[in-house]
């Protein structure tokens, strides 16, 4: 299945070079040889996000390592792993000591895959993907920022939970690993002294299979496919015997299915509205500031992209209106203005670098969005940095949460002021990547990179500069693109900020310390 997987990876590079994309797609980081820094034995006492308590999912103790039952599952596993095949040879290498890693990857390549905007029908009019009919036309989901935000989040806090209930149980019965009973066993990752049971591996590739096929339903057989590839490796490995692995997915099926119960209420399937909604909602804003966002398509789309995103719930922020931004320069105005100006001289000035920059982070149509960007930067400092799985998904969860309740807030501020577009405002005027379907105050690409880049920093601060500047490399993109004034920029970094410090402040208190 990967070769299927890989293989559509490159279609997508190609286009991606065409569209003058320079780095959209994922690429398969290399990490064979990944040792821990540290195992974390008191990971089962971190505060969990969706859990109630590590022990909420009852896992029963194992038998013993003497015991005749164990002893043929040593025998098992020692035959299987004189018998792989090549294939499952690879398949070992691929999946690594850390499968968080890789499942992230193959969440973003979903995202890249499903998004596609749904173009038009002959008559003129649209079709919105819906999941009730995944397989369309056109089919669903539209892996959108909003949408690939939150899908994030909830694989990753659903990981995170799932390893926290895992590390539970695993310094609770303290059972060794196979290649610690039986010194024969030579397993194919670095040693540790992590317990065995529950199975960690078996826990990430059951919750992340869940939640994906949850999120991409199209995808169901491949998902199960690598599961199932996932799973099978832990043994030929020789990391986990049997048992091991049914206690993991014990723990990774109950917590899909609590993640996904959250996701069934938290109001998405509401943020996309019929026409009618949309109106009312565009008015309020005319008759509140007296103007208002027009969609600039031929032929245009009755309604704008998810305006009740903002309605969503937050993860780690009480209220939207917390962080809801003070109002733009009216149109006009001399602060408005002097931002014209600005895009202006970028349109007939623009250098090499900014148009490269501008590109870099287009994040359009196939790519994995700007959520997938911070998700690539924070994968690359797990590896620099050796994280163990359950403080891998530590980082992808708080970051992913930010990033998610940015969006919705970035959105609630988009629809709450409705602001025109700059093409929409200037004569003239033209952009170098499209417009987006969605208005323009604040900047999606600022309050998404704010958020992942002030969650990165506290998890990474020796590389917080360096975080610091792509988030506002991110920022200044829009401009150069013609996407964005300066306010909406400028205002989206900050709101990203505001919005991650709450995020940031329940991770000090997690017990993670």
Same mark, same amino acid.
């Given at each position: 299945?990967k070769?299927?997987?890989?293989?559509?990876?490159?279609?997508?590079?190609?286009?991606?070079?065409?569209?003058?994309?320079?780095?959209?797609?994922?690429?398969?980081?290399?990490?064979?040889?990944?040792?821990?820094?540290?195992?974390?034995?008191k990971?089962?006492?971190?505060?969990?996000?969706?859990?109630?308590?590590?022990?909420?999912?009852?896992?029963?103790?194992?038998?013993?390592?003497?015991?005749?039952?164990y002893q043929?599952?040593?025998?098992?596993?020692?035959?299987?792993?004189?018998?792989?095949?090549n294939?499952?040879?690879?398949?070992?290498?691929?999946?690594?000591?850390?499968?968080?890693?890789?499942?992230?990857?193959?969440?973003?390549?979903?995202?890249?895959?499903?998004?596609?905007?749904?173009?038009?029908?002959?008559?003129?009019?649209?079709?919105?993907?819906?999941?009730?009919?995944?397989e369309?036309?056109?089919?669903?989901?539209?892996?959108?920022?909003?949408?690939?935000?939150?899908?994030?989040?909830?694989?990753?806090?659903?990981?995170?939970?799932?390893?926290?209930?895992?590390?539970?149980?695993?310094? !609770?019965?303290? #059972? $060794?690993? *196979?290649?610690?009973?039986?010194? /024969?066993? +030579?397993?194919?990752?670095?040693?540790?002294? =992590?317990?065995?049971?529950?199975?960690?591996?078996?826990?990430?590739?059951?919750?992340?299979?869940?939640?994906?096929?949850?999120?991409?339903?199209?995808?169901?057989?491949?998902?199960?496919?690598?599961s199932?590839?996932?799973?099978?490796?832990?043994v030929?490995?020789?990391?986990?015997?049997?048992?091991?692995?049914?206690?993991?997915?014990?723990?990774?099926t109950?917590?899909?299915?609590?993640?996904?119960?959250?996701?069934?209420?938290d109001?998405?399937?509401?943020?996309q509205?019929?026409?009618?909604?949309s109106?009312?909602?565009?008015?309020?804003?005319f008759e509140?500031?007296?103007?208002?966002?027009?969609?600039m398509?031929?032929?245009?789309?009755?309604?704008?992209l998810?305006p009740?995103?903002?309605?969503?719930?937050?993860?780690?922020?009480?209220?939207? !209106?917390?962080? #809801? $931004?003070? *109002?733009p320069?009216?149109?006009g /105005?001399? +602060?408005?203005?002097k931002?014209?100006?600005? =895009?202006?001289?970028?349109?007939?000035?623009?250098?090499?670098?900014?148009r490269?920059?501008?590109?870099?982070?287009?994040?359009?149509?196939?790519?994995?969005?700007?959520?997938?960007?911070?998700?690539?930067?924070?994968?690359?400092?797990?590896?620099?940095?050796?994280?163990?799985?359950?403080?891998?998904?530590?980082?992808?969860?708080?970051?992913n949460?930010?990033?998610?309740?940015?969006?919705?807030?970035?959105?609630?501020?988009?629809?709450?002021?409705?602001?025109?577009?700059?093409?929409?405002?200037?004569?003239?005027?033209?952009?170098?990547?499209?417009?987006?379907?969605?208005?323009?105050?604040?900047?999606?690409?600022?309050?998404?990179?704010?958020?992942?880049?002030?969650?990165?920093?506290?998890?990474?601060?020796?590389?917080?500069?360096?975080?610091?500047?792509?988030a506002?490399?991110?920022?200044?993109?829009?401009?150069?693109?013609?996407?964005h004034?300066?306010?909406?920029?400028?205002?989206?970094?900050?709101?990203?900020?505001?919005?991650?410090?709450?995020?940031?402040?329940k991770?000090?208190?997690?017990?993670?310390?």
């Amino acid at each position: 299945m990967k070769k299927h997987l890989r293989k559509y990876i490159v279609i997508i590079l190609v286009f991606s070079l065409f569209i003058s994309c320079l780095e959209e797609t994922p690429r398969y980081l290399e990490f064979e040889d990944y040792s821990f820094q540290g195992i974390d034995d008191k990971g089962g006492t971190w505060k969990s996000i969706i859990l109630v308590a590590p022990d909420q999912f009852i896992v029963p103790a194992p038998q013993e390592t003497s015991s005749s039952s164990y002893q043929q599952e040593l025998t098992n596993l020692k035959q299987e792993m004189a018998s792989v095949s090549n294939e499952q040879k690879k398949a070992v290498v691929y999946w690594s000591s850390n499968p968080i890693l890789r499942w992230n990857e193959i969440a973003l390549e979903l995202a890249a895959k499903y998004n596609l905007i749904p173009g038009p029908n002959l008559d003129g009019t649209y079709t919105l993907p819906n999941p009730a009919s995944p397989e369309g036309p056109p089919p669903f989901p539209f892996a959108h920022p909003p949408y690939t935000s939150r899908m994030l989040a909830y694989l990753s806090v659903a990981q995170l939970d799932g390893l926290i209930a895992a590390w539970h149980y695993k310094f !609770e019965y303290n #059972r $060794p690993a *196979p290649y610690q009973v039986d010194s /024969s066993i +030579e397993p194919a990752y670095p040693k540790n002294t =992590l317990p065995s049971y529950p199975s960690d591996g078996a826990v990430v590739a059951m919750v992340s299979k869940e939640i994906l096929s949850a999120m991409f339903p199209l995808e169901k057989a491949y998902l199960e496919a690598l599961s199932q590839e996932h799973l099978n490796s832990l043994v030929h490995a020789g990391i986990n015997v049997q048992s091991d692995i049914e206690a993991g997915k014990t723990i990774g099926t109950e917590m899909a299915k609590l993640a996904l119960q959250r996701a069934s209420t938290d109001g998405m399937s509401k943020a996309q509205t019929p026409k009618a909604v949309s109106d009312s909602i565009k008015n309020a804003a005319f008759e509140n500031f007296g103007w208002v966002w027009e969609n600039m398509e031929n032929p245009v789309r009755p309604v704008g992209l998810t305006p009740l995103f903002g309605k969503v719930k937050m993860w780690n922020v009480p209220t939207v !209106e917390e962080v #809801r $931004p003070g *109002p733009p320069p009216a149109p006009g /105005s001399p +602060e408005f203005l002097k931002d014209v100006e600005e =895009l202006k001289n970028y349109a007939k000035n623009l250098t090499l670098e900014q148009r490269r920059i501008a590109n870099w982070w287009q994040d359009g149509l196939n790519t994995y969005t700007p959520p997938g960007h911070w998700n690539k930067f924070a994968k690359e400092a797990i590896i620099k940095n050796q994280l163990n799985p359950i403080r891998s998904a530590r980082v992808f969860a708080y970051m992913n949460m930010a990033i998610m309740d940015a969006g919705i807030s970035c959105w609630d501020a988009k629809y709450y002021y409705h602001y025109p577009r700059p093409i929409q405002t200037i004569p003239g005027f033209k952009t170098i990547l499209g417009t987006p379907n969605f208005p323009a105050y604040t900047s999606g690409h600022s309050t998404f990179s704010a958020a992942g880049a002030t969650v990165l920093s506290y998890f990474f601060p020796a590389d917080a500069a360096q975080f610091t500047k792509w988030a506002r490399e991110a920022a200044d993109s829009r401009l150069y693109g013609g996407i964005h004034y300066r306010f909406d920029a400028d205002v989206g970094i900050e709101q990203g900020k505001n919005v991650a410090k709450y995020t940031v402040e329940k991770a000090k208190n997690d017990g993670a310390q």
